[in-house]
DNA sequence: CGCCACATTGAAGGCAGTCAAAGGTGGTGG
DNA sequence: CCACCACCTTTGACTGCCTTCAATGTGGCG
């Protein structure tokens, strides 16, 4: 196991770093490797670091008092989390835990804070990536307060299915599940079996189909309305 | 209507500030004068600055297609808010508006950003301010998501009536109510028929009373049972 | 082949939203 | 000073979305 450069130094928060920044970034790096299901950190742990994912998928997770859990994101490579923890200077909001075996470059707040005084555009980058996190923040609270799980649904197909990554020239719009449908019930704040029942629902009415493992959306507009609201 | 300085160098985000960095701040600052139910910004608009209260409330919200509202958070004196887009560079994500007649002061993007480069410590005051707005962030994703409304009630009161200021000394904690009960229900993603009738309920077992805008607590373990999502 | 996790489907019940109407309250102007 | 008005609050009745519980179906893998 060791340190993949490349991975990081992609990634928008190093993007712009020349080598001698980046070599004091990288400096500060412990590389982690935790197992499929084993905590990273726990909410209300004092939160002393963050982390960028190297290899491999972690969920980031509120549980309720009766252990009902809601998965508030899924990062994968390159991607990083807790960075807010740092600056807060608090604890952790949530939990964090391995969806697959992961290999992760973990920055020290202290050593890491150091850092991002002596290098102002270090800052700069930081405050922009959380200002789009905090965006999507933000998304997230309207669509639980604001929308039906129809909608939320909706929402999370149109979503995928409009990356960057995915043809959009295509006839059908087109999307790989990037997770157990289990799991985006959660990420949906709602429960497996009513995703089921809704996406039963536009298979009926020929909005999408799905074949293994992949949804094809048939009825664009349809998916549209759903999202503003149109009972399905 | 001119400048308050002492509101703004009391605040957070320019406590620490020598005389002659505020300068570098002050000469910023466009004072606004807003109307209470004036929109000050709406989603999707092009963010250009953002904005600190020198008096007056300013609600930020979101509104669902059919036009159901969302109360983001509500901010008063001394508050920022929208620095998110400054850093971000995009759009509005929310709404806001006047609550009351207010007094804003305006910091514009591309000058603010400029003195943010030549001021490390600005980038840290905004980073540390972010952090903790978006924990405040995820804990409401957390509490749409995993509570019901009593418990998101409950919490709101029990918040509201241990902050520094209210007496904890006292045998029963007391909170005044900081906005209409409507604007409540706005905030905690309900309506105010469904808040009136738990506030009952409430009122009912003797967990809380009321008196002249003001919440009394007389069993604080009942309401902490409720939070913990123990059923009213 | 049989296990296990995930997925689907059915039935029942509750929480909270909507609609409607009446009661309360504060502010304004006559 | 009080009457009026606008707005907020409360209460009732009803509806429906979604959760919960339970049972059955399915697919991958040792």
Redesign the interface.
């Known amino acids: 196991m060791e340190l993949n450069e490349q991975i990081f130094r992609k990634s928008h928060l190093f993007q712009d770093f020349n080598d001698k920044d980046w070599d004091r970034v990288k400096a500060l790096i412990h590389l982690v490797k935790v197992q499929k299901g084993e905590i990273i950190f726990s909410e209300d742990e004092k939160a002393h670091g963050f982390y960028m994912i190297q290899t491999g998928r972690v969920k980031v997770f509120?549980l309720?008092?009766?252990g009902?859990e809601?998965i508030?994101r899924i990062f994968s490579k390159g991607e990083h989390f807790a960075e807010?923890?740092?600056?807060?200077?608090?604890k952790f909001?949530?939990n964090a835990s391995a969806l697959t075996d992961s290999t992760l470059a973990y920055f020290p707040s202290t050593r890491f804070?150091h850092l991002?005084?002596e290098t102002?555009e270090i800052?700069?980058f930081?405050?922009?990536a959380?200002?789009?996190?905090?965006?999507h923040?933000?998304?997230?609270?309207?669509e639980?307060?604001?929308?039906n799980v129809p909608a939320r649904l909706a929402k999370f197909l149109f979503d995928r299915a409009t990356l960057p990554g995915n043809f959009a020239q295509e006839r059908h719009r087109e999307l790989k599940l990037p997770m157990t449908k289990s799991e985006i019930a959660l990420y949906l704040?709602t429960t497996s079996e009513t995703l089921s029942r809704i996406l039963g629902k536009m298979k009926r009415l020929k909005i999408i189909s799905e074949k293994n493992k992949r949804i094809l959306i048939h009825k664009e507009d349809a998916l549209q309305e759903i999202i503003?609201?149109q009972k399905l």
């Open positions: 509120k309720s008092p009766d009902k809601h508030l807010a923890s740092v600056f807060s200077g608090g909001p949530a804070l991002v005084k102002p800052a700069l930081m405050l922009s959380l200002s789009r996190y905090m965006h923040l933000v998304n997230v609270v309207e639980l307060s604001l929308k704040g503003r609201g």
